[in-house]
């Protein structure tokens, strides 16, 4: 199919529908179209795999993944794990994580990915609330698995070197790289529905546990065709998502999109650093790269003297997703990287991207963009009814697209909460639409400020202040008052070279007042080292606010220590 192009109002998402063996085999499995599929062609040799990280750098062709794959899937097989039984993965980036994924779906299983640097009570909520029955670690991570309290678990694997648990009456451990070496590289798929459940992402709500969002193989039509499309991926790209499998986008577009698309992955191990990042793409030759707002801000933060020391010219397309991306960061990426940065929207409960800036489209930077062909977004008010442009409402969704998701496991009620208007699903985030069709995000439904009898979206603050030369990161709350309702609270973070002192919040809140409105600007200003934040680099508002006013924090398993 070409690429996108505005003028396809014809699209419609069964035409999709063809692209996969599927339509004609009527034989459904995501591993399947991620993998085999272009092991059977000349791609067999192609490289779907890079994985670097300060130890390792290996490549592995679509060939490798099919058979590796399928050896794990007989593993998995032997030790009895059945369709729809929960695997989960608790371990660090690396290529057995890849490979296990793909075993899993091969045999039905539905995968449940965990950021390693989740502690006790977060890994036990997610195997507790999944019935999870095989879990996936290393040796050193075990020790934060509580194997025994957890009645539905019956097998744990361990990948890598390191003393295992002594043997245990609850549990069977197994080593990978033995199991690996005595399974078959053939395997009998398991043909699946396409409304079977595939992958099972926890995502914190700011009460209450972590909900399981569950996702079905269908959503394999909606992440081939954004990442065609949005991700723009192309047969000789290299693309690099930044994202942890833990976390939607670095399973979305973190394996499935581009190899569903047949693509090159990168997928880098370790820490970030300006300097590693940009030596990863020079190493790679990058040509996609989707990265996150704060990855971006801390890049902007490290100045771009450091780009000069790398060649970045492979670099044909950039994205950025998880929060709402600052203009400045924008122009800023055309200075340093030659090239625009995309933002667009969704969420875990999305499956893939909703909202988005296709290459071929005019940018508006600060915005999101438009809805993808095929998906209906609509700005609502409280009862349910379609606002006007211009004016801040409930960012809803006409459900029904592709990579919608399916339930929340176990709480058929929370599932039931994101449809509060017949047909649509809310996704909890204020937005505008202009007139020109394109989204403008404001902040978590949660989030918003009533100042003065004035509704402040915390983003246009927080954009204004990054414009600032000494700011690095910021974010607004509303701190109650008893004269305004609320006032305005701003939590800064300094580009390096930059030290706090009064001159500079007096002259923050300033830059704000003249910049965007007097309402908006913060009352006060308080300058930390870092602000708090999700594994997935989303500034936890609701932390700061929590802090602030000396209330409960909530759930904090995703946050950043
Ligand atoms: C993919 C992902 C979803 C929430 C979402 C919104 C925020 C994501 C954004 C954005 C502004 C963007 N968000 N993309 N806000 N502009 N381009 O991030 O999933 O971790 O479930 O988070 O992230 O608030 O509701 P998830």
């Known amino acids: 199919m070409p690429d996108y192009d505005e003028s396809r109002a014809n699209f419609s998402w069964d035409e999709v529908e063809k692209a996969f063996s599927w339509y004609e085999t009527g034989q459904v499995n995501m591993a399947y179209e991620a993998i085999d599929r272009h092991a059977e062609t000349w791609r067999k040799n192609k490289a779907a795999l890079y994985y670097s990280d300060d130890e390792r750098d290996e490549t592995y062709t679509f060939q490798d993944m099919k058979f590796l794959s399928n050896q794990f899937g007989n593993v998995l097989r032997r030790i009895g794990v059945e369709k729809g039984d929960r695997v989960f993965l608790f371990l660090p980036r690396s290529p057995e994580l890849y490979v296990s994924m793909m075993g899993m779906l091969k045999i039905g299983a539905i995968a449940g990915p965990l950021f390693e640097a989740f502690m006790e009570q977060a890994v036990r909520d997610r195997l507790e609330n999944s019935e999870a029955k095989v879990l996936m670690t290393t040796p050193s991570l075990v020790d934060r698995v509580p194997y025994n309290e957890l009645p539905h678990l019956e097998t744990i694997i361990l990948v890598g070197d390191g003393k295992a648990p002594e043997d245990d009456q609850d549990i069977q451990f197994y080593r990978y790289e033995d199991e690996m070496k005595n399974a078959s590289r053939h395997l009998d798929i398991e043909w699946v529905d396409r409304e079977d459940g595939m992958i099972l992402h926890y995502t ?303 002259e923050l809140k300033q830059f704000v007042k003249k910049g965007l409105a007097a309402h908006a600007a913060p009352r006060e200003v308080e300058i930390r080292d870092f602000l708090p934040k999700t594994r997935s680099g989303k500034i936890m508002r609701r932390v700061l606010k929590a802090w602030e006013l000396d209330l409960p924090t909530g759930d904090l398993s995703t946050m950043e220590k």
């Not at 999305?350 to 909202?355: A, D, K, R, Y």
């Not at 020109?436 to 202040?465: A, C, H, M, N």
């Open 204 to 506: 914190s709500g700011s009460t209450g546990k972590p909900k399981g969002v569950l996702h079905v193989h269908n959503a394999m039509i909606q992440q081939y065709q954004t990442a065609k499309w949005i991700m723009d991926l192309k047969e000789d790209d290299i693309f690099w998502c930044t994202a942890d499998p833990g976390w939607v986008t670095g399973t979305s577009y973190g394996i499935f999109g581009p190899w569903l698309n047949g693509t090159s992955n990168l997928v880098r191990g370790g820490r970030f650093s300006p300097e590693d990042w940009y030596g990863t793409i020079e190493k790679y030759q990058v040509s996609v790269w989707l990265s996150a707002p704060t990855a971006f801000r801390k890049l902007m933060a490290a100045g771009e003297a450091v780009t000069e020391n790398f060649d970045l010219n492979s670099l044909r397309h950039v994205l950025s997703v998880g929060e709402p991306l600052n203009a400045e960061v924008v122009h800023w990426g055309m200075n340093a990287y030659n090239v625009r940065i995309h933002d667009h929207w969704w969420m875990t409960e999305t499956g893939g991207v909703v909202i988005a800036n296709y290459p071929s489209m005019p940018m508006k930077p600060g915005s999101m963009g438009k809805p993808f062909p095929g998906v209906e977004a609509a700005i609502l008010d409280e009862a349910g009814n379609q606002l006007p442009p211009g004016q801040m409402g409930k960012l809803c969704i006409k459900a029904g697209w592709p990579s919608m998701l399916r339930t929340v496991w176990n709480n058929e009620e929370r599932f039931n909460q994101y449809f509060p208007f017949e047909g649509w699903f809310d996704s909890g985030d204020l937005a505008s639409r202009d007139e020109d069709g394109y989204f403008w995000f404001q902040g978590r439904d949660d989030d918003v400020i009533t100042t003065s009898g004035e509704r402040v979206g915390p983003f246009e603050v927080e954009s204004k202040l990054v414009e600032h030369a000494a700011v690095a990161e910021a974010a607004v709350i509303g701190k109650p008052d008893p004269v305004r309702g609320h006032i305005i609270k701003a939590f800064v973070a300094l580009k390096d070279g930059y030290t706090k002192n009064d001159d500079l919040q007096e």
